[in-house]
C-alpha cells in the first residue's frame, strides 16, 4: 500500500492560493490520487482526483509529476470556509478499492482573515 | 452521487452497554464500509460490508466487538459492543460509487461518548 506524507498544519490568509503537495514515493502503476476535504463535524468530501498531468475543476486543480511520486493540491483565492483537513489518498479506487486505501494524517489548512 | 443518512447523529452512553448505528443510503451499492475517527485523528477503516457475506474486518477490529448486519444494498448497521471510554469516538459509514467512479461517499457520523 502506498504511504503518503503531507504536512500536519499549514495557515493562509484569504484571498491566497494555497498548494498543499503529498509524498507518494512507492505508488503503484494503478493507483490514483485522490483528494478529500473535512469538515468538523462532517464526513470527508470528495475533492478531486488524477492518474497523472494536471486536472482541475470547479474546486481546485491537482498537479501530479511525470514520476507520480508527489502530487500537489492547488486551492485558488481561498476563503474562511476552506478551513479544514485535507487528506491525501493513494491507491487503485476501483472496485472495493477503498477497502485497500489508508487514509493518512492529513493536513489542517487554517484560513486567517 | 449517494447521500448518506446515519442514526443516530450522536449519542452518550454508559460504559458496559452496547450502540447500534444505522446507515442508510439512497440507492443501492455494493460495498459499504465502516470508519472510526478518534479526536483529533485520521480516519480508521474497521471493515467492509458487503450483502449477504460476512463482513471483513481489517487488523485490530474483531465481530464480537464490532458486528455488522448488512440486510440490502441500502442499509447497514454497525454495533459498538460492550463500550468502554476507549471506545468514544466518531464512526462514519461509506459507500462506494457503484457506477464505476472511484468517488466515495460519507455520511455525517456518529458521536459517540461512552462514559
Known amino acids: 500500500l502506498a504511504k503518503t506524507t503531507q504536512p500536519i498544519s499549514m495557515d493562509s490568509y484569504e484571498g491566497q492560493e494555497v498548494n498543499i503537495t503529498c509524498s507518494h514515493n512507492n505508488i503503484a502503476t494503478n493507483d490514483y490520487i485522490t483528494w478529500y476535504q473535512q469538515f468538523p463535524s462532517q464526513g470527508p468530501r470528495f475533492i478531486i482526483q488524477g492518474y497523472k498531468t494536471k486536472v482541475t475543476n470547479e474546486v481546485a486543480s491537482l498537479f501530479i509529476p511525470a514520476d507520480r511520486k508527489s502530487s500537489t493540491l492547488s486551492l485558488p483565492r481561498v476563503s474562511l470556509s476552506d478551513t479544514a483537513v485535507y487528506y491525501c489518498?493513494?491507491?487503485?479506487?476501483?472496485?472495493?478499492?477503498?477497502?485497500?486505501?489508508?487514509f493518512g494524517t492529513g493536513t489542517k489548512l487554517q484560513v486567517i482573515p | 452521487s449517494a447521500v448518506i443518512s446515519q442514526k443516530p447523529s450522536r449519542d452518550i452512553c454508559q460504559r458496559g452497554t452496547s450502540l447500534t448505528i444505522q446507515c442508510q443510503v439512497d440507492?443501492?451499492?455494493?460495498?459499504m464500509f465502516w470508519y472510526r475517527q478518534q479526536p483529533g485523528q485520521s480516519l480508521t477503516l474497521i471493515a467492509t460490508?458487503?450483502?449477504?457475506?460476512?463482513?471483513?474486518?481489517e487488523s485490530g477490529f474483531v465481530i464480537d466487538k464490532f458486528p455488522i448486519s448488512r440486510p440490502n444494498l441500502t442499509f447497514s448497521t454497525l454495533t459498538v459492543s460492550n463500550m468502554s471510554p476507549e471506545d468514544s469516538s466518531i464512526y462514519l459509514c461509506s459507500v462506494e460509487d457503484d457506477r464505476g467512479n472511484t468517488e466515495a461517499f460519507f455520511g455525517q457520523g456518529t458521536r459517540l461518548t461512552v462514559v
Open positions: 489518498l493513494v491507491g487503485d479506487m476501483r472496485g472495493g478499492g477503498y477497502q485497500k486505501v489508508t
Open positions: 460490508a458487503n450483502q449477504g457475506s460476512e463482513a471483513t474486518y
Open positions: 440507492s443501492q451499492v455494493t460495498m
